[in-house]
């Protein structure tokens, strides 16, 4: 049976769950829970954890088949406010996604913690959120990071050089950090640990009061006003894209 609407990322297809949330039709969570709970066809078939939709497979979620239509690729710059959770769970209060209220589904690409603002980007391709994610591709972030009292020299060589934050990942990787003000400083990183800052922050004798980021890869936060997001520009997305592929 054919169905040209329904589109795969390989000849193998993609696993069930991937199906649904790079449509931006449910989350892979919700998916994995349908699956379980028999809602999910393929074909003629209850679907099961791992299974995989081919080209031409027909898939229907509680008896109504998904019908995907070709998607104009989506991402865009956020400027997250403290206070406002990374979730996709829209029933988390202060979620991300109820704040930005883009008119189709988005998914944010990695985290900032709920005390931090800034960038941070988000799209309607599970492709890039997956290339950006990947440790292996050393993507820069950048932060301005304002302490409690004034840092020294020792104690910006000792976050430049790397440290264990105790997260089981054994070093930070080394990371370039410089002076902004007696009690500021700015942190070019190349990866995403749960906390990361504020933890080798709190190793050195001193604590985060704000943490902004400013930069990701080629993309700037610049004067977008907080609370508020826009759209790539073509060549903002065109540089971005370029440098995940």
Known sequence: MNNPDVKTSSLEGMRINRFFTENGIISRRAADQAVVDGRIMINDKVAKLGDRVLK?????????????????PVIIAFNKPVGIECTSNEDVPENIISKVNYPERVF???????????????????????????????HEKEYVVKLNCPISDRQIAELSAGMDIDDGKGPTRPCEVRRAGHNTIIMVLTEGRNRQIRRMIELIGLRVSTLRRIRIMNINLGSLPRGTWRNLTAAEEKSLLNEIT
């Open 56 to 72: 031409h497979d027909i898939v229907s979620l509680d008896g109504k088949v998904i019908r995907i239509s070709k998607k104009k």
């Open 108 to 138: 944010h690409i990695g985290r900032l913690d709920k005390m931090s603002e800034g960038l941070i980007l988000l799209t309607n391709i599970g492709d890039v959120v997956n290339k950006i994610l990947r440790a292996r591709n050393f």
